[in-house]
């Protein structure tokens, strides 16, 4: 990496989990005499970032030139430094500083800071040559008068597009942004619909209009194409491989576009969108998308008031045998989920251990989403399992949030980008989350409230707000919904329906991710004990204990059903 500053100061540059200077992992460079300090720093607070112990950005060249400082360095994406910040896929918040004064003993304090989202691994290459006899297809909102009556607005628009007579390939996809409105568009998405629409467009958030009751809402949005948001670029696809377009294929695309209007500016139209580059000059290969993700309702459910709550679930081997007759070459990946989203991440596990990550994203972003590339692609067997986990912060709602179509509700998805084209590619879970609900909350007796003979989802949901969450309590759910034995459904390409083993049966323990981290580290020290053991929830004192013969007498208790030792590991796992 490489920052360049008009300055003749120091220089600072890091990551941080949430855009601000705390819990950051910071450089810090300044050139005096031609002499380069370069040193590897952390904040702890609101004041000079600590020099760490152990120093892992390494100077590759710095100088001082026209008045500007230069300093190029590199650093591991996992240092094992505990006060370092894993850099993984998708967006890193990057925050900045400068003074114009060098340090004589301690660096000032910096007279401009600010805070970026970039994209540091998984960025995407740019194949000129590859768009000489292309064609445009364009999709854009359609010069729609942004809405004024509130500050954030999610607007759709369902386009019949032009469908060649022969088979093409889409090639590269470029973002279109009307340069009037920079300020207020936050990211869009494009998908293709299963079926033919009419064009009709509406906010994507409102069931009275006329584009959510044609149903494209709920039938188009489970299956992304391109995407762009704040900070992102063009896509282009390998020059042997195409995503095909003509007879058979779709007509019809949804676009949805995020717009921020603070001030409820009126009188505002915008055109942006997508360019897709086609052309009949076909490649070698056809690319398709695998769609990756939980059921789209009441399986995903999360309480208010919680820093972070996982939802997990496994595409099993069988599926990917009935539908990869070949090994597949992933060449980017698309994780989604919505406003509350904190994490996504999938893991691949091959003969009952992982072998990689598919893709990981701790810190992700709803308004910067898009294509990551894999480069060389990432190979899928036939017989390989695949977890996807999404991690949600709820911190900012005070009611539960439940799986949907709305950005205000929740999805968890991975939309893979890969070739050889599969004839059907989808794999859906369905933890079945109100049954898993129901069981875990009939034995809460906290606070004496009585959440016994819940059945419906909304008698569940009421019965629930009674409750005060709070992290501790979402906790202890949540590992309850992890590990009870229930059946979940797995949904493989709609027709072919499994019932996978759970927990996932085999695993080799010593090398399971959830035990330890990449480097090596312990993570199972939130439930001490053994391999299995019953844990309960002590309502005095808010904590979960652990006790092999039973739960202590006492009226206030949540008995857990019996843990195996890597799903426990699950609940306290990618908190941070």
């Known amino acids: 990496m490489a920052v360049e500053v008009e300055t ?35 904040a702890v607070s609101m004041s000079l970032p600590v020099e760490d112990k152990q120093q892992d950005f390494k100077l590759v060249e710095g100088y001082e030139e026209d008045g500007k400082t230069v300093i190029q360095f590199c650093r591991q994406l996992q240092t094992c430094d505990v006060n370092d910040m894993e850099i993984t896929v998708g967006a890193v918040k990057v925050i900045y500083s400068w003074n114009d004064a060098d340090p004589d003993t301690v660096p000032l304090q910096h007279i401009t800071r600010g805070v970026k989202n970039l994209k540091l691994v998984g960025a995407t290459r740019e194949f000129p040559a590859a768009l000489e006899n292309t064609t445009q297809i364009a999709i854009t909102a359609g010069n729609v008068f942004i809405p004024n009556t509130k500050s954030t607005v999610y607007w759709c628009r369902t386009i019949r597009i032009n469908q060649p007579a022969t088979k093409h390939h889409i090639v590269k996809f470029v973002a279109h942004i009307d340069s009037r409105n920079t300020d207020y568009l936050h990211h869009l998405l494009i998908y293709a619909c299963p079926e033919t629409y009419e064009e009709l467009n509406g906010d994507c958030d409102s069931t009275d209009n006329l584009i959510s009751q044609s149903g ?40 949805e576009v995020h717009y921020n209007n603070p001030n409820l500016d009126s009188g505002i139209i915008d055109d942006s969108g997508m360019y897709w580059h086609i052309t009949d000059n076909l490649r070698t290969h056809d690319a398709g998308i695998f769609t990756l993700g939980h059921r789209v309702g009441d399986s995903i459910m999360v309480p208010p008031q919680t820093e972070s709550y996982l939802i997990s679930g496994m595409c099993p081997g069988e599926c990917t045998e009935l539908l990869f007759h070949e090994p597949i070459n992933v060449l980017a990946t698309f994780p989604h989920s919505h406003t509350v989203g904190a994490s996504i991440w999938t893991q691949i596990i091959r003969n009952n251990k992982e072998i990689e990550y598919l893709d990981k994203n701790l810190n992700y972003d709803f308004d910067f989403q898009g294509f990551i590339a894999h480069e060389p692609p990432t190979v899928l067997l036939p017989g390989d399992e695949l977890i996807l986990n999404c991690l949600y912060n709820t911190k900012q709602r005070d009611e539960f949030t439940i799986g949907g179509q709305s950005t205000l509700e929740e999805m968890c998805f991975d939309f893979i980008l890969y070739y050889p084209k599969l004839n059907s590619s989808l794999c859906i879970i369905d933890n079945q989350r109100d049954n898993t609900f129901s069981a875990a909350l009939d034995s809460f007796q906290c606070n004496n409230v009585d959440v016994n003979g819940s059945t419906t989802v909304e008698e569940l949901l009421e019965r629930a707000s009674n409750i005060e969450w709070t992290d501790t309590i979402s906790r202890t759910l949540e590992v309850s919904t992890l590990v009870d034995p229930h059946v979940p459904t797995v949904y493989c390409d709609v027709i072919d329906v499994f019932q996978p083993k759970f927990p996932l049966p085999g695993v080799d323990y010593e090398v399971f991710p959830y035990r330890y981290d990449s480097c090596g580290n312990y993570n199972g020290t939130y439930y001490p004990g053994g391999h299995t053991a019953d844990y309960y929830y002590d309502c005095t004192t808010n904590e979960p204990y652990y006790d092999p013969i039973g739960p202590t007498d006492s009226a206030n208790s949540l008995a857990i059903l019996p843990i195996a030792i890597w799903m426990l590991v699950v609940a306290v796992l990618y908190l941070f």
């Open 8 to 42: 003749l100061g120091w220089v600072g540059l890091g990551f941080s989990p949430n855009g601000g200077m705390v819990d950051s992992d910071i450089m810090m460079a300044w050139v005096i005499d031609g002499e380069v300090s370069i040193t590897d720093r952390f």
């Open 216 to 255: 494209a809402l709920a039938n188009c949005r489970s299956s992304i194409l391109s995407g762009w948001a704040v900070g992102g670029g063009d896509y282009d696809l390998p020059l042997e491989v195409g995503i095909p377009l003509g007879p058979g294929t779709f007509d019809t695309v949804l676009i």
